[in-house]
Every structure is written in structure tokens, then in C-alpha cells.
């Protein structure tokens, strides 16, 4: 292999999202002080690049959409061993869907030409649309393949993939160039110690805006998006939210005649 | 076609219908009651034609058919190009897929293709007065919810869950079948299939289930969710999980209930030992009536909860359960299993 672009995406920490408030008047999410980790899945999608740079050489490349803020966030990915990062950051991408995100990150990835890979995770956990490895792999015309759960290497550089799907499992064999996103059963992500991120920090990500892509302002950002917020709400309460006390037995008796009135035994 | 039409992917392996097709069919019927609108189901494959029947049984007013054998199995490639060129000769207005694994692969290829918007896992699907496809779907793991729209672009695609939508009982209807053609511009490009390897679960999915019985980190291990089980046994129910005991092999994760994993909506949901953080809730917040079991007071479940329940469940459940079997033996309550 040659080159394997990886893209990844500094995705708000779980950890955090109940602190998540909906500011009331202009019904924008409050994000601030919500600290990035790596997507996790993107972790996976890393790691099985990096398994193939161990054992047949390759050029890991990272990409990623996102605010110059996520910057320390790349430097720890480029602290697992890939080569180099390119971060897009510009204005003009803010707003973008799935898709208008999607020609941003082709583009960048024709840029990088001739690549045989393109790894992602099979969805991220903020959106968690998992529609962008499919849109990206259609805009640039090469192949696609979800939900990886495993891959090795056939006679003559041929990929076998395995695609989890409902129950089982799909083989497939593909041949690059293709795209394929990642499921955490594909592989164990490794890790680095404080000591080799922080080695990390001094590394150069080249950061690229508009200005290098050169997309046409329409098919980018809000403007560039099909689809539209309309509305955002945070979820009504529309449960009764009764308590049931007393002693076990008295709870027991109540939630059993509940359940009865319910009609479902 | 004159009227609008309203189309559903009716996905199939091997001659096996995926539900969520037939559920969808059940929304798009009620689109089409509000819009005036034609429902067909989209249905590619070798040899499927009779599976065209149940679609229109359970909705479809025209069954679009793609039967070559290229078409089976299903590989992204052609499927995407079948569809792609159905929707530029019969210019749908909607277009909806199960979030599958098939269907989360498909749909945004084909939106890509067709230059057009996509929104992913909806809650609910409605039309505005312009009929413009409102599309509710849940964002940061359920906390938020927002309504999209594609104004502008047509098809209006989404996908939707399995067990989200409810199918329309089964009705002896009249329907018809068109053709698509699939012809030697067939793109058959991109992987081969080597495998296909498929095991029909024994149990009843979970999405089916009316009585979900869901377990969380607060199980503690092993022996406290074998009461889960025999609860739900007794409930005729499913056992549903969080992520936790799936991570820590209590639960396989088939059993993942919320936004990584499946989304129920049975008539009664009993939570135990979960906190209800919105990643889960998301999965089980379309549920008739919710019951919650925690020890913590403050734990968000309760949030969501019709009844909550604040103790520890190696309390609650052992009389729960007795309760339950004195009330199945003594009569006055049907066995699961034997409806009324």
C-alpha cells in the first residue's frame, strides 16, 4: 500500500452530554466547555491502518473537518503513528450536512492523490447519521464497504472484508481503491503514554481552508446543504413520573395490578 | 404515476423480508391518507415477485420490481444504480429506508448520487402543508430532538429504525406490479460477494417484544440478571440491556437497547439498574409505559419513567416476581402465551 487516508473526527465527550442546555431564545445547543475526544470508532478505523503500515509499509494520513480548536485532539492520533494530519478548518464549512460535508472531505481527498485506502469509523457518536463514508466513497466513485468487523489480505494485495449485518456476516473481496468503515469489533485500538502525546504537541498539521479546496461557496456549508433544521426541541417529559413506595412486598402488589390494568399478561 | 408518490425500500436477503420495510409501509400509507399520494414499494432480487404480494397487503398501492440475477445477493453498487435510475424516470417525492445494515449503506450513497438530503434514524415522519417531508430526529444521544427538511431537493430521503413504525395489519388489497428494467448498463462493479453467512435467531427480536425487561451497570453482574430474566419469562417478555453489560458479557449485544444499538417500543419497558443516560433513553423512549427500578433517587430514568421505583432490586424483584407467579397460578391473569 501506498497511502491510507484515515479520517477522523474530535466528537464531543459522552461523558458530558447531559450537561448539554438549549439556549431558549435562539435554540442553539450550549456547547461550551464541552471537552473533544477522538471519535471512537475512528480509533478503530486508525488502528487498522496502522496494522497495515507495521507489516507492508504505507503512508498514514489523517483528515479532518473541524474547528482549529480540535488541534490537540489530532496531535493524540498522530501520537498512535500516522504520518501526517490535514485538518479543514474554514468558516465556510460550518452548517455543512452530511453531504456538503461529504464533498469537502472528497475533495481534500482528491487532493491527497493516489491514495488505495480510505479507512472511517462506521458512524460517529454526536450525529451518528453514519452517512458520510457512503457519500464520501460515491462522490470520489470508488466502492464502499459498512460495518467492518474484520480484514485481511488475499493473493495479489486483495481485500477480504468481513461487513457484519443482522445475524451473521457478508465476505467480500474487494481491490483498491475502496473505502471502509470500521465497527469496534474490527481490532483493539493501542494506546500512548502521556509521555509519546506529548511528544506529539511539536508536530506540524497542515490546515486547509476553502482557499486550498477551492469549492464553490453553493455546494458547501448551510448554503450548500439539502437538508435543513427546521426546529430543535429538547425532548418534552410526557411520563407520569409516579413514585411507589412502602415496603417491597407493597410495591410488588401495586406494580403487579398496574401491570395488569396495562392488559399485557 | 400522476399523483405524488411516496416510495419504501423493502429490503431482502436470501427471499427473506426484513420488517422494517412492512413498518414503513405503515407510515407511508398514512402520508399518503394526508397528501393524496401513491405508496410503492421498492423491491429488487432473483425471484422475489411474491414477496411484492405482502407489500401490497400490508400498504403498497404499486410494487416497482427489479428481479434479475445480478440482484442477488444484494451489493451496494447495483442496488444503488437500480434505484438511481428508477427515481430519475418516476421522480418520488419520498423516499424511505430501514436503517439497517443495508439500509444505512444504500441510503446515502443513493442521496449522494441523486444530489439530494438524507436524515438518519427518524423518530417520526409528518408532512407540513407545502408537503414537505418533516423529518423528527433525535440528536446528542435523545436529549434533543430536531425536525428537518429538504425544501429544495427531491427525493426527500430518510431512514428509519427497525421496530419504529407500526405495520399495518395484513388486508386483502389490490395493487400493481411494474417492471423495472435491468438491463447489460447494469453497474455489477465494486466487491464480490464471497459469503453470506446467517443465522435465524431462536427468540423473538427484541423490537417485537410487548414486554421489554432491561437491565444496566446496576445489575451488578451475572447472578442479579438472571432475575431479569425470569421476570421477563414470567411477562411472556425480552431481556433488553445498556451498553455496560453488553461491554461486560452479561448481555449479548443483540440485547443493546439505544442509539449504538436497537430501539424499542413495547407496551410496558421495565428499567433496572440504568441510569437513563440519553443514549440509552433514545432507544426506549417510544414506549407505551415505563417503569423504573434504581437505587439512586436522582438517577435521570426517572426522568422518563410513568412509575419509578428508588431501591435496591435485590429487594424489589424476588417479591415482584412472587407476586406475579401467585397471581398466574390463582387465576385472574392469562399465562403469557395464551391471549385472552
Known amino acids: 500500500m501506498d497511502r491510507i487516508i484515515v479520517c477522523v473526527k474530535p466528537v464531543p465527550d459522552p461523558k458530558t452530554w447531559d450537561r448539554l442546555r438549549l439556549d431558549p431564545v435562539t435554540k442553539t445547543l450550549m456547547r461550551e466547555e464541552i471537552p473533544s475526544i477522538?471519535?471512537?470508532?475512528?480509533?478503530?478505523a486508525l488502528e487498522a491502518a496502522l496494522e497495515i503500515k507495521d507489516t507492508q509499509s504505507a503512508e498514514v494520513v489523517l483528515l479532518s473537518m473541524a474547528p482549529d480548536s480540535s488541534l490537540p485532539v489530532l496531535r493524540e492520533a498522530l501520537a498512535l503513528g500516522a504520518d501526517r494530519a490535514v485538518l479543514l478548518s474554514d468558516r465556510g464549512f460550518a452548517g455543512s450536512d452530511t453531504l456538503a460535508t461529504s464533498r469537502i472531505l472528497a475533495e481534500a481527498i482528491r487532493r491527497l492523490a493516489p491514495f488505495d485506502l480510505i479507512f472511517c469509523g462506521n458512524f460517529t457518536l454526536d450525529g451518528s447519521t453514519a452517512q458520510v463514508p457512503s457519500q464520501i466513497g460515491e462522490?470520489?466513485?470508488?466502492?464502499?464497504?459498512?460495518?467492518?468487523?474484520?480484514?485481511?489480505?488475499?493473493?495479489?494485495?486483495?481485500?477480504?472484508?468481513t461487513q457484519k449485518i443482522e445475524h451473521g456476516y457478508v465476505k467480500l473481496a474487494a481491490e483498491p481503491p475502496v473505502l471502509l468503515s470500521f465497527t469496534k469489533e474490527a481490532n483493539t485500538p493501542r494506546y500512548r503514554t502521556f509521555l509519546e502525546i506529548m511528544a506529539a504537541e511539536t508536530r506540524e498539521i497542515a490546515i486547509w481552508t476553502n482557499a486550498d479546496l477551492n469549492l464553490d461557496e453553493a455546494l458547501i456549508g448551510l448554503k450548500g446543504s439539502p437538508t435543513q433544521m427546521a426546529d430543535l426541541l429538547l425532548r418534552p417529559k410526557t411520563r407520569q413520573g409516579l413514585r411507589l413506595t412502602g415496603n417491597p412486598e407493597e410495591i410488588a402488589q401495586r406494580l403487579v395490578e398496574k401491570i395488569q390494568q396495562l392488559g399485557v399478561i | 404515476m400522476e399523483k405524488p408518490q411516496i416510495w419504501v425500500f423493502l429490503e431482502q436477503r436470501g427471499g427473506m423480508l426484513h420488517d422494517v420495510g412492512l413498518e414503513l409501509l405503515g407510515k407511508a400509507r398514512e402520508l399518503a391518507q394526508a397528501s393524496d399520494s401513491v405508496v410503492a414499494a421498492l423491491l429488487l432480487g432473483a425471484d422475489v415477485a411474491a414477496l411484492g404480494d405482502r407489500a401490497i397487503a400490508h400498504g403498497a398501492d404499486v410494487v416497482l420490481l427489479a428481479d434479475h440475477a445480478l440482484l442477488e445477493p444484494y451489493r451496494l453498487l447495483p442496488y444503488t444504480s437500480v434505484l438511481a435510475q428508477a427515481c430519475r424516470e418516476y421522480h418520488p417525492a419520498i423516499v424511505l429506508l430501514g436503517a439497517t445494515a443495508m439500509g444505512m449503506e444504500l441510503a446515502p450513497r443513493l442521496a449522494a448520487r441523486l444530489d439530494t438530503g438524507l436524515s438518519a434514524h427518524c423518530i417520526d415522519l409528518k408532512l407540513d402543508a407545502d408537503g414537505n417531508l418533516l423529518q423528527m430526529v433525535p440528536g446528542w444521544g435523545g436529549g434533543v430532538v430536531a425536525t428537518i427538511k429538504c425544501p429544495a431537493?427531491?427525493?426527500?430521503?430518510?431512514?428509519?429504525?427497525?421496530?419504529?413504525?407500526?405495520?399495518?395489519?395484513?388486508a386483502p388489497r389490490s395493487g400493481r406490479v411494474i417492471h423495472l428494467a435491468v438491463g447489460e448498463d447494469l453497474d455489477v462493479s465494486g466487491p464480490q460477494v464471497l459469503e453470506v453467512y446467517r443465522e435465524e435467531p431462536k427468540e423473538r427480536p427484541l423490537e417485537a417484544a410487548e414486554v421489554v425487561v432491561a437491565g444496566g451497570w446496576g445489575m451488578g453482574g451475572k447472578e442479579g440478571w438472571k432475575l431479569l430474566e425470569e421476570l421477563a419469562g414470567l411477562l411472556g417478555g425480552a431481556v433488553g440491556a445498556t451498553r455496560p453489560p453488553v461491554d461486560e458479557g452479561w448481555a449479548s449485544e443483540e440485547q443493546m437497547i439505544g442509539q449504538s444499538g436497537k430501539t424499542v417500543r413495547p407496551r410496558l419497558y421495565i428499567g433496572v439498574g440504568i441510569s437513563g443516560m440519553s443514549h440509552h433513553v433514545v432507544g426506549m423512549d417510544g414506549s407505551d409505559f415505563v417503569v423504573a427500578i434504581n437505587a439512586d433517587p436522582r438517577a435521570p430514568i426517572f426522568e422518563v419513567a410513568d412509575i419509578g421505583i428508588v431501591g435496591d432490586f435485590r429487594e424489589i424483584l424476588p417479591p415482584l416476581l412472587d407476586e406475579i407467579r401467585t397471581r398466574l397460578q390463582g387465576g385472574?391473569?392469562?399465562?403469557?402465551?395464551?391471549?385472552?
Open chain 2, 153 to 170: 431537493h427531491r427525493p426527500q430521503m430518510a431512514t428509519v429504525m427497525p421496530g419504529v413504525m407500526k405495520k399495518l395489519e395484513p
Open chain 1, 38 to 44: 477522538i471519535n471512537p470508532l475512528d480509533k478503530h
Open chain 2, 332 to 340: 385472574g391473569m392469562n399465562p403469557p402465551g395464551i391471549s385472552a
Open chain 1, 139 to 161: 462522490l470520489l466513485g470508488i466502492p464502499n464497504i459498512m460495518h467492518v468487523s474484520h480484514l485481511e489480505f488475499g493473493d495479489s494485495g486483495r481485500l477480504v472484508v
